[in-house]
C-alpha cells in the first residue's frame, strides 16, 4: 500500500504542471492572472489557441512546429544510423586502437556541452549551414552518448549468433542488418526518444545558429510569444501544451521499449 501511496504522490507531481498548462491555456487573461488563482477556468474559452495559431509574420508558430518536428526527427534518424554502425564496431569487431577510441568518445561526455558551441557554429558557419534546419540536423548526429549507449547494449547481445552467421558464410554488414539490429529494438527506441527530446527541447542552439523566424524552432519561437510589458499567459501556456503533444504520444508508443532497453543496457566492459 505505501508503495502505491508513493507512485500516486510522483503521478501527481508529473502530471501536475501539464494539468496546469491546460487549465491556464483555456482562461481569459483575466483569470489567469487573478489572485488567488483558479485550479480549472470558470469559463473555458480556445482564445489563446485560436492566437497561437493565427500567428504572424514574427510568429508563424505552426511553422514553427513543423520546424521542430523536422529537426527532431531528422536528428533521431541520423543519430540511430550513426550510432548503431559505431557502436557495432566498437562492441563486435576487432581492430588496432578500439579501446583508445571509445576512451576518448566515453571522454567527452566529461566535457560540457556550451564547450562545443563555438566551434560547432564555426563549422556550420564554413558549410553555409546558418540560419537553415541542417544547422539543427547535422551537429547532433555523432553524439557521444548514443555511441556509448548502444556498445553497452550489443555487448550483451550473445557472441553465438554472430559466430554461426559467420559459419554460414554472412558477413559483419550482414549479422549487423539482420541479427544486431533487430535485437536491438529497446535500446534503439530509448536511443530515439532520448534523441528526439533533446532537439526539441533545445533553446540554446537554435538561437545561435538561425536568425529569421521562418526557421525557429518552439523553445525559441514561443519565447517570442512574451511581450515587452505584459505577458499572455494563455498563449504561453498554449504553446507549451502544443510542444508537448508530440513528447506525450512518443513516449506513449514507446513506453515498453524504453523500459526493457534501460533495465537491458548495463555497463558491460
Do not use: C
Not at 529494438?185 to 526518444?193: E, I, N, Q
Not at 532537439?199 to 517570442?224: A, E, K, Q
Not at 506525450?248 to 548495463?266: M, N
Amino acid at each position: 500500500m505505501r508503495r502505491y501511496t508513493v507512485l500516486v504522490a510522483l503521478a501527481v507531481v508529473f502530471v501536475a504542471p501539464l494539468l496546469w498548462a491546460l487549465g491556464t491555456s483555456l482562461k481569459s487573461q483575466t483569470e489567469a492572472t487573478r489572485v488567488p488563482p483558479t485550479v480549472w477556468p470558470a469559463e473555458p474559452t480556445a482564445r489563446a489557441y485560436g492566437t497561437l495559431f493565427e500567428g504572424t509574420t514574427q510568429t508563424p508558430v505552426l511553422r514553427w512546429f513543423a520546424n521542430s518536428l523536422i529537426a527532431a526527427t531528422g536528428q533521431m534518424l541520423l543519430v540511430l544510423v550513426v550510432s548503431s554502425l559505431a557502436a557495432y564496431a566498437l562492441a563486435r569487431l576487432e581492430f588496432r586502437g578500439k579501446r583508445v577510441m571509445f576512451g576518448v568518445i566515453v571522454g567527452t561526455l566529461l566535457v560540457p556541452g556550451f564547450v562545443f558551441l563555438i566551434p560547432a557554429f564555426l563549422i556550420v558557419d564554413a558549410l553555409g549551414w546558418l540560419d537553415s534546419l541542417t544547422a539543427l540536423i547535422v551537429p547532433g548526429a555523432a553524439g557521444a552518448f548514443g555511441v556509448f549507449f548502444l556498445r553497452q547494449f550489443f555487448l550483451g547481445l550473445p557472441r553465438e549468433l554472430d559466430e554461426a552467421a559467420l559459419m554460414e558464410g554472412a558477413n559483419h554488414w550482414h549479422i549487423f542488418l539482420r541479427i544486431t539490429l533487430p535485437l536491438s529494438k529497446p535500446a534503439l527506441a530509448t536511443l530515439a526518444v532520448l534523441s528526439f527530446l533533446s532537439n526539441w527541447n533545445d533553446f540554446i542552439w537554435p538561437i545561435f545558429v538561425i536568425f529569421s523566424p521562418d526557421y525557429f524552432t518552439l523553445p525559441p519561437g514561443l519565447s517570442i510569444l512574451q511581450g515587452a510589458y505584459t505577458i499572455d499567459y494563455p498563449v504561453i501556456m498554449a504553446g507549451a501544451v502544443l510542444a508537448s503533444v508530440p513528447v506525450l504520444i512518443l513516449f506513449a508508443l514507446t513506453q515498453r521499449y524504453v523500459i526493457e532497453g534501460i533495465s537491458r543496457s548495463g555497463l558491460k566492459g
